[in-house]
């Protein structure tokens, strides 16, 4: 009897993969996050290929989490997140960019840029709605996108432009159908920044065909050869712009998970109106910790800062004597070089140099189409394990190239 029940319940079992969203099932996984599930099984592995700073956080900030706990702050905060916070951020943005905003209705504090790039979308898009993406393009991008139920187009760069998008291309790819254009200068993963003229001239774009920039701006404060121009800081931009920042990168706290967003009460409003069913809010820690390095944090982000530049001209310099054309990168922490001269693919190179010189750097078609022809090489490393995967690369590249 027992037998013939255990049969009945294998004969009537649904395929429960039916109940998956079907958009989330067409989704490949990160290609970042696969390929590394390689490396962490690897032994003697020297690794270019994680977009985090490899400085802890700076011990000012850490004492001030300590100091909170130790005080009880260990509650919830407002849904927006903590006012003083907000108002640190309202001051900040205005000091370096001349643009007001208001930290009671213009500014929310979210569990880091991921989640502000994820409610941007939700509160944005409608199904059918089109964003325009600038590629190569951050493997989070394309996939936020469609999972608001948005028809994604590629505004695709290359090398010889130095990866900027240009206002040709956006006015070329408009339909009516196009809500927003999606920029993220400096550039993950290449490296790449916008001149404020370049700016200028898609913003004029912008303004003419009525669309909505989300501007990613997490590496604004790692730039190298020309200051960082905010997007919502150009004319007739602010109302028209959701800004997305936070602390990740230029302070060492990708762990905390604080960002934010800011732009006009509408649309901050209505991101809210989500965060606070989905979240409620950002952690209060990391909140603290954001506070405190906006306080004090700046001599140690300019440390951190120049010692990417230096890690940078070594990359450069280190890619040329390989013989892997780059173009020197402007702001972040990556470098974008052409493998095509090894006559592989990005994904072959990829694979290769980690199963025969244990060197991982990402394949470039992780980050779209675009990125064919071309690996990222994080240089947010030790000099030292720089300086080891670039002789092993060598080695490499010499191997194939004879």
Known sequence: MSEVVKMEERKGSPDWSEFINPVLKSLPPSGIRRFFDLVSEMKDVVSLGVGEPDFVTPRNIIDACVRSLDNGQTGYTSNQGMLELREAIAEEINGSYGVKYDPVSEILITVGVSEALDLAMRALISPGDEVLIPEPTYVSYIPCAALAYAKTVPLKTNMDKLFRVTA???????????????????????????????????????????????????????????????????????????????????YAMTGWRAGYACGNPDFIGAMTKIHQYSMLCAPTQAQVCALEALRSGKPDMRRMTAEYNKRRKLVVDAMEEIGLPCFEPGGAFYAFPDITKTRMNAAEFSERLLMEEKVAVVDGTAFGEAGEGHVRISYAYSVEKLTEAFRRMNRFVKRYSS
């Open 168 to 250: 040709e291309q956006v006015e070329k790819a408009i339909t009516p159908r196009t809500k927003i254009l999606l920029l993220a200068y400096p550039n993950n993963p290449t490296g790449a920044v916008m001149t404020r003229q370049e700016l200028l001239d898609i913003c004029e774009v912008v303004k003419a065909h009525n669309l909505i920039v989300i501007s990613d701006e997490i590496y604004e404060h790692l730039t190298y050869i020309e200051p960082h121009t905010c997007v919502s800081s150009l004319p007739g931009m602010k109302e028209r712009t959701i800004l997305l920042s936070g602390f990740s990168k230029s």
